[in-house]
């Protein structure tokens, strides 16, 4: 298997949800104890807001952004500047509790590509996988919320991975997701 970093990007700002969700409850924990659930055992590098409260876990290294403002891109530079170059990055987003550690593992067992995605009905999901070929490209990404800009470089081979997993799509950006992401668990 190549060498795999989680990324968890914990550093937005969380208006539409308009108080912090990440520390919320969910399942046995929070709604950040399952992102970081789904990455284990491999290393892990969480990009998070200041003040922000991340559980303490072996193999899990804490990267402040300290510039939110700038959005996902800042916080994957951040990210990408502490994990060696060889290495590939799984990003996940922090508001994604219902991803899994087996969602992780399908993409990871499909054949290798710069770029692997779960996608469903034509919709590309979370984590990303990006090559350390594609990795090279991160530090040039206007700031913002590029991911999509990143995943989809025509310069970059793409695996997209078929799922019905629900983990790869739902997130938590306001309190109706929250208390339908509840009532469904």
């Given at each position: 298997?190549?060498?795999?970093t ?8 969380a ?39 991340i559980?303490?876990?072996?193999g899990?290294h ?8 700038r959005g ?22 922090a ?36 090559s350390?070929r594609?990795r ?7 700031d913002g ?25 739902v997130d ?6 929250y ?6 668990s």
């Amino acid at each position: 298997m190549r060498d795999v970093t989680c990324v968890v990007l914990a550093a937005g700002s969380a208006t539409r949800m308009g108080r912090e969700k990440l520390s919320l409850p969910f399942g046995d924990g929070t709604i950040l104890d399952a992102v970081l659930a789904a990455c284990a055992p491999l290393p892990v590098v969480v990009v998070a807001a200041p003040g922000l409260a991340i559980p303490s876990r072996a193999g899990t290294h804490i990267v402040i952004n300290d510039q939110p403002q700038r959005g996902m891109a800042q916080s994957l530079r951040l990210a990408n500047a502490e994990i060696p170059k060889s290495h590939a990055i799984a990003v996940f987003l922090a508001d994604k509790p219902l991803v899994s550690a087996e969602l992780l593992q399908n993409l990871l067992d499909a054949p290798e590509a710069d770029v692997v995605f779960p996608i469903r009905a034509g919709i590309a999901g979370h984590p990303v996988i990006f090559s350390a070929r594609a990795r090279t490209l991160i530090e040039s990404l206007p700031d913002g919320d590029t991911l999509q800009t990143l995943r989809n470089n025509a310069r970059l081979s793409q695996r997209p991975v078929p799922t019905q997993d629900d983990g790869a799509f739902v997130d938590v950006d306001t309190e109706a997701d929250y208390r339908a992401l509840r009532r469904d668990s």
